[in-house]
């Protein structure tokens, strides 16, 4: 395990993120522009859903894709009372605030989903394509375990739609199950055509979405490191740690393959900076903003990316079929 | 000589999920017209932010700036500060000159 953890270290993709962290502690004016940074993302989520999507077309609509999405769902939902849980009996963060950073850790990271599948890809390691869907599935569902959780202590603002439309057509997960769905209809046919585009530079694009990941990471690190006391970052780590051994122990019971088990207890132990941040603005508004930001990109993305992907991936060796 | 008319104008800086509350607002205020513009960068009383590379509209910022009527200003004001009197952000007012006082 040691040599695939350095191994990973060596990899394209950690190295441009490393690279971006170093770059803001050598104050450099490195920077990518925000559109292209965005692009960046749509490109990977176009690339991602489209040929999860080609997958579950070859395979069609079975009962292990159900099953697999139930129990992202359930994972979803449970971990931010979890996640809340231990916050509440662990540090001293109000219940908005802990509830706001509950939100991001039961929901999921496209990118680490990216970079796993990635790891995956280059290990010649196969994975279901319907844990596209599974990934789509727990972006939402976390959100509103926050809300629940936030509600019971009277510091919910749930009373506008625009919560509601940013939760259920957030950009990311419209375009993830747009191209998943695009890919499911066209199949063979669609990946043939699209191969050029969406499979060969696929590493490259994440390689340069990682450097801008770096980037965000380490200035996030810089200005809200003041907000992280030594047990509010533990969680940070601690918590996806909790996350992957819950997923690992689902995996087992519905008896996916070892990319799968690696795919899902990744999804489990990663936490959101894109889709959850909005809502939770939207829905907690006297929660501190940099705070679960900072622990979502700053501590945990990090930890996952060089630590947490192989240390999964080892582990869905060891447990699953 | 050209003739200039007094106005209001209302200048808000809010976060960017709140945008579409903020539009939505200001429709029903019946204002004549409003422009959104992005903001890069800022520091407030928690910390500073950046757009830059940011893949989420979550802690970025945008202005929105509207010119009013003044005997129609201070409704719209109250509107919007209902609207976003939790959040991160802050609305001004102030007097301006327009040269169509029939567009505003």
Redesign the interface.
């Known amino acids: 395990m040691l040599s695939f953890g350095l191994q990973n270290l060596l990899s394209p993709m950690v190295l441009f993120f490393i690279l971006g962290l170093l770059a803001v502690w050598a104050k450099s004016d490195l920077s990518i522009p925000e559109a292209v940074a965005k692009l960046l993302a749509l490109y990977l989520l176009l690339s991602i859903g489209f040929r999860g999507g080609a997958e579950v077309s070859h395979h069609g609509l079975t009962a292990p894709l159900l099953m697999a999405i139930t129990a992202g769902i359930v994972l979803s939902f449970g971990t931010p009372f979890i996640a809340y849980a231990l916050l509440r009996a662990a540090t001293r963060l109000g219940a908005t605030d802990a509830a706001a950073i509950a939100g991001h850790y039961g929901s999921i990271s496209a990118v680490t989903f990216a970079a796993v599948t990635g790891v995956l890809t280059q290990l010649s390691v196969r994975y279901d394509g319907y844990l596209v869907a599974v990934a789509a599935a727990m972006e939402t569902p976390a959100i509103f375990a926050a809300l629940l959780i936030a509600s019971r202590e009277r510091k919910a603002d749930t009373g506008r739609s625009e919560f509601i439309r940013e939760v259920a057509f957030n950009g990311s997960i419209f375009i993830l199950l747009g191209s998943f769905a695009i890919g499911a209809i066209t199949g063979e046919r669609g990946v043939t055509i699209l191969k050029p585009f969406i499979l060969d530079p696929f590493a490259g694009a994440l390689c340069l979405f990682l450097l801008d990941m770096g980037l965000v990471a380490g200035r996030g690190l810089r200005q809200g490191w003041r907000y992280l006391s030594f047990t509010v970052t533990s969680f940070a780590v601690v918590m996806p740690l909790i996350g992957a051994t819950i997923a690992a122990a689902m995996a087992v019971m519905l008896g996916l393959s070892v990319g799968s088990t690696a795919v899902l207890i990744t999804l489990a132990a990663s936490a959101s900076y894109i889709a959850a941040p909005a809502a939770m603005r939207l829905a907690l508004p006297a929660a501190n903003p940099a705070l679960a930001l900072t622990l979502s990109l700053g501590v945990t993305f990090p930890f996952n990316l060089l630590v947490g992907i192989p240390l999964y991936i080892a582990v869905a060796n060891r447990i699953a079929h | 000589m050209t003739k200039y008319h007094l106005k209001k104008r209302i200048d808000i800086v809010v ?4 945008i ?2 903020l539009i ?1 607002t200001l429709d029903q205020a019946q204002v004549p017209g409003y422009s959104v513009l992005p903001i890069l960068e800022g520091r407030g009383m ?14 970025n910022m945008v202005a929105l700036l509207c010119i009013v009527d003044a005997a129609h200003a201070d409704e719209v004001v109250d509107a919007v500060f209902a609207a976003i009197r ?3 952000g802050f609305v001004t007012m102030s007097d301006v000159f327009v040269l169509r006082p029939e567009r505003f």
């Open positions: 976060e960017a999920p709140l579409r509350t939505n928690l910390n500073a932010w950046s757009s830059e590379g940011q893949i989420s509209d979550a802690a939790d959040r991160i």
